[in-house]
Each structure stands twice: as structure tokens, then as C-alpha cells.
């Protein structure tokens, strides 16, 4: 008998079979409940994730006479026993990849109009179709929007940015997820078992990570396994060899080495590695994957705080994800990585002097203590003192009456306000007696939009209230002009005055900096100008 891959084998027969993406089904399934079939369907997801699969369930229901309560085809009636055969007349299956041209569009819309051989609904399924040409796609393009009552069509893509937006609002769009680690670690291991396949926990959640969320990629990466395996046993050596993963057990023995600080043992393990062909990547990616379910279950595993802290661990974490970029672009990459393992190896060593000169420079603070104690009761003498220091800055604040003063007071308050405001600038200094207070704003001719906004009432107001706010006079005290200056006049506003300060601060620390003779020295070692 002819094997058959597992993808194709466990091809869902049912609705219920699809791994993953029950919000689809659902609408589905509903649809074809209530009778409200659209004319056209759009399935977008990446490969392997069942659009296809769904596709071909949804015709099949489209065909079936005799639906169950969850929709799915009966498999008997002429319907589907007609669908079953490959070579149906009502369910038109191709490839918008090898059938991409514009001769082939108008052959399958030539026979669009042609009624079904039986039952009601005649079903196109395009795969790939963002393959079509323009051409083809301004062909299909009114039949796709008016298609006769009997025929459907499902569209599948994994590319939905390359279809025209015109294709794309004729269709009700479904888009598919990539199916979790969890649901893809439980749907092969349900299929491990049926098959008799040996396969441990661990194992199946590698080839979960490895699927990426798509079904039939994950089944690939069995069926590799299997290929490997004469017994149907999946093993450390089995993945190790058919998917070139990194043994289990020498990531274990290679991190042990690691956290004890054994480096003959850590160049053990890696030219193990290095032996068996694992790519570096995939060393350095289990390495990492360890390290970090270490720290998830760092206070569950107080084995590990025997060996390092939590805080270490992070430490090691970070630079083996740091240092393997490095590693990978590097002209000899296996021994880089070698290196940067004995680093984190060897990390204790690196920063040994560190809480030696800590500890010294506390030992001198110590034996100075006693000569400072008198100094000591003298600071701590006035300590009144502060209080006046802080009520003193506050109402330095108060009295900046000022204009810019102002406008900061009113950035805090109501930005957009400020900012139109300081679109002006004034016209005479601001007039306050202490109890009243009068603002003259002008505007040139390019901040007219800015003059006819503030200069509604409301707005006006609202400048008011916070002016008398500011200045602490009754709203009633307060007045605020606004002014169109003439346009011959030179006028520049707050905010461009503003914008010449910084520019001439930011000019004068370039100079600055130009001027650093360690520039001067490099300018001259390099024959060069900053």
C-alpha cells in the first residue's frame, strides 16, 4: 500500500478537525444554518494553516443534501460521494499559480453560467490567487462581483497585499491565524497516539516550535522524525539527526557546566555539538530556550539559586542573546561562539575585584567616621533653615510676571492655547499694578490664522481667566488685547524668537565641541574635518 505523508492522512474530514480556527468554522457553519452563503470568499492566512482544508469542507457542505446539526456533509448522498471522486463538475478546484493567465480566467467564466449537473450550488476554488495576472484579475472581475445564483467562489491566498483592493471588496474575507504551540503540541501528540508513534512530551513541544504555527509544517517535521526512526520511536538522537535540533540531554550537561564555572566541560559539550552538525544557530536558540525556562521556574527549582543568582542568570541570558548575532556574522563563527561561552563560563572571574574595592573603600569611610562627628552636629544645627529655602523659590515663581512666564504657566494649563498664542509676540510690556493687569498681543501677517482663532470670545476669555489667574487680580481686573500688526512692519513672533535662541545655543556647543582639542587631535591624526 502507497504511505501517505500525515498532512495529507490527517487532512480534516470535519469542521470540527480544524486545528485552531474555530472563529472561521463558526461563521461558517452559521452561514450555512441561516442559508446566508455569500457569493464570494476570501481566505488569507500563511501555508499550512488550513485555508484549503476549509475551502473543500465549506464546498462539500455547499453540495451535501443532508447536513448534520453541525453542518458538515453526510458523505453519502450523491452530493458528496460526486466530491469524493476528484473529478467533479460542480466543484472546480485550481491553481491561481500554473493557471495565472487571462485565457484561462475567461475559460472558467465561460462555464459559469452553465448550471450545476445536480444539487443547487456550483463551487470555484482559486488557490494562490494572488498569482493571477492584472489581466486575469480584471477578467474575473464583474463575474466576481455578480455571479450567477448558483456558483460560489473561494479565494485562497497566503499574499492578500497583492490583490487589488477592487477583488478585495467583493469578498467576505476570513483570516486565518497561526495555530498556538499548545493547540499544535496537543493536536500531534492525539496523532502520535493513534499511530502508535513513541514520542515523548518534550520532544513534541520542540516540533510545536519548530511548526511556527502551521499544521502541515509541523507534520512535515514528524514525518522527518519518522524517516529517521526504524521503530516509530522519536528520540534525542532521532531530532538531533532529521531536524538537526540540539540534543536535549547535551544542553542540559552543557548549561550544567556553564553555572558551575567548568570550562573543560563546557569545550566538551560544545565540540559534541559540533560533531553531531548542529548549526550554531539552533545550539545557541536551545541554549537560550533552557536558560529562559530556568528563570520562569527559578523559585520552583532552588537548585539553581545553589549555583547562581536569579539576577546572574538574567546576566548570562542577555549576553548569550547579545553575543550570538556576533557570533553568527563572524569570520570564524564556531570558535566565536566557543569564546562566548567560556565568557559567561567565566563570568565570576571577570567581575571578581569589584566587591574587593567595594569593600575597601568602605573600610577607609569607617575609620574616618570619628573625625567627622563634630563636623557632623554642626551641619545638622540649623535645621530650620531649609524651610525658608523652599518657601523662597516658590514665590520667585509667583513673581516671574513675565511674558514668557506666562506662557509657561499656560503650557501647563492648556497647551494647544499657549502654542497659538506664542504665534505672537507683544506689542507693548505687559501692564500690572498689582491689582489689575493688561496683555497687548500682535500678530504679523503669517499668524492671521492664529489671531482670528484667539480672537473669538470664548477663547479670549478662556485667556483671560487664566491671566487673572496668573497675576492673582479678579477676572474682571484682567484684559487681554489681540492686535493685526501692519504688514510692512518686521515682526517676529515668540516662537521664532525662540527658535533663533536654541539654534544659537545649539551653534555655540558645535563650536564648542569643534574647539575640544581632543577633536583638534583627532581632526589631525586622521587627516579629516568634523
Not at 401 to 413: M, V
Request: glycine share 4%; net charge negative; charged share 25%.
Amino acid at each position: 500500500m502507497t504511505y501517505q505523508v500525515l498532512a495529507r492522512k490527517w487532512r480534516p474530514k470535519k469542521f470540527a478537525d480544524v486545528v485552531g480556527q474555530s472563529h472561521i468554522t463558526q461563521s461558517i457553519q452559521n452561514a450555512l444554518k441561516t442559508n446566508k452563503v455569500g457569493h464570494a470568499y476570501l481566505m488569507v492566512g500563511t501555508r499550512g494553516v488550513g485555508k484549503t482544508s476549509v475551502a473543500r469542507l465549506f464546498a462539500r457542505a455547499l453540495r451535501c443534501d443532508h447536513l448534520n446539526e453541525q453542518q458538515d456533509a453526510c458523505g453519502k448522498c450523491s452530493g458528496c460521494l460526486e466530491f469524493d471522486t476528484d473529478h467533479s463538475m460542480n466543484v472546480i478546484e485550481i491553481d491561481g499559480a500554473s493557471n495565472n493567465s487571462v485565457d484561462n480566467i475567461r475559460e472558467l467564466i465561460s462555464n459559469v453560467q452553465f448550471l450545476p449537473t445536480s444539487g443547487t450550488k456550483k463551487v470555484y476554488i482559486i488557490d494562490e490567487v494572488h498569482m493571477l495576472s492584472n489581466s486575469a484579475f480584471n477578467a474575473l472581475l464583474k463575474t466576481l462581483e455578480e455571479p450567477p445564483a448558483h456558483v460560489v467562489f473561494i479565494l485562497a491566498t497566503t499574499e492578500a497585499h497583492k490583490l487589488l483592493g477592487t477583488v478585495l471588496s467583493r469578498c467576505q474575507r476570513f483570516d486565518f491565524r497561526n495555530v498556538s504551540e499548545d493547540e499544535l503540541q496537543k493536536h500531534i501528540g492525539y496523532i502520535c497516539q493513534t499511530e502508535n508513534i513513541t514520542v515523548e512530551q518534550r520532544h513534541l513541544k520542540i516540533l510545536a516550535k519548530l511548526g511556527r504555527g502551521s499544521v502541515r509544517d509541523t507534520l512535515s517535521l514528524l514525518d522527518q522524525c519518522l524517516a529517521y526512526s526504524f521503530d516509530g520511536k522519536v528520540s534525542d538522537d532521532v531530532m538531533s539527526r532529521a531536524l538537526g535540533v540540539a540534543n536535549s540531554g547535551l544542553v542540559a550537561q552543557l548549561l550544567k557546566a556553564i553555572y558551575h564555572g567548568q570550562q573543560e566541560q563546557v569545550k566538551k559539550a560544545y565540540q559534541s555539538f559540533l560533531s553531531e552538525n548542529i548549526p550554531l544557530k539552533n545550539i545557541a536558540e536551545a541554549l537560550l530556550d533552557e536558560i529562559f525556562s530556568h528563570l520562569e521556574n527559578f523559585e520552583k527549582k532552588p537548585t539553581y539559586a545553589d549555583l547562581l543568582s536569579k539576577a546572574e542568570l538574567v546576566w548570562v541570558f542577555e549576553t548569550l542573546a547579545k553575543d550570538t548575532e556576533w557570533c553568527l556574522n563572524s569570520l570564524v563563527p564556531e570558535k566565536t561562539l566557543e569564546v562566548v561561552l567560556y565568557k559567561i563560563t567565566l563570568r565570576r572571574e571577570f567581575f571578581q575585584t569589584k566587591p574587593m574595592t567595594t569593600h575597601v573603600e568602605k573600610k577607609t569611610v569607617v575609620e574616618q567616621e570619628p573625625e567627622k562627628t563634630e563636623v557632623k552636629a554642626e551641619v545638622k544645627a540649623p535645621e530650620k533653615a531649609p524651610e525658608k529655602i523652599i518657601e523662597n523659590p516658590v514665590e520667585t515663581v509667583q513673581k516671574d510676571h513675565s511674558w514668557d512666564g506666562f506662557l509657561n504657566f499656560l503650557a501647563k494649563k492648556a497647551p494647544a492655547t499657549s502654542s497659538n498664542l506664542e504665534q505672537g509676540n507683544l506689542v507693548s510690556p505687559i501692564i500690572y499694578d498689582g491689582k489689575t493687569v493688561m496683555l497687548d498681543v500682535g500678530f504679523g501677517v503669517a499668524g492671521k490664522v492664529f489671531y482670528d482663532y484667539l480672537n473669538e470670545s470664548e477663547v479670549t476669555r478662556k485667556i483671560t481667566v487664566f491671566l487673572a489667574d496668573f497675576f492673582d487680580v479678579p477676572e474682571e481686573k484682567a484684559v487681554v488685547k489681540f492686535q493685526l500688526l501692519d504688514a510692512h512692519k518686521e515682526f517676529k513672533s515668540t516662537a521664532d524668537l525662540r527658535d533663533e535662541s536654541d539654534k544659537l545655543d545649539e551653534d555655540n556647543k558645535i563650536n564648542s565641541l569643534k574647539e575640544n582639542p581632543l577633536i583638534k587631535q583627532a581632526e589631525r591624526m586622521f587627516n579629516s574635518k568634523v
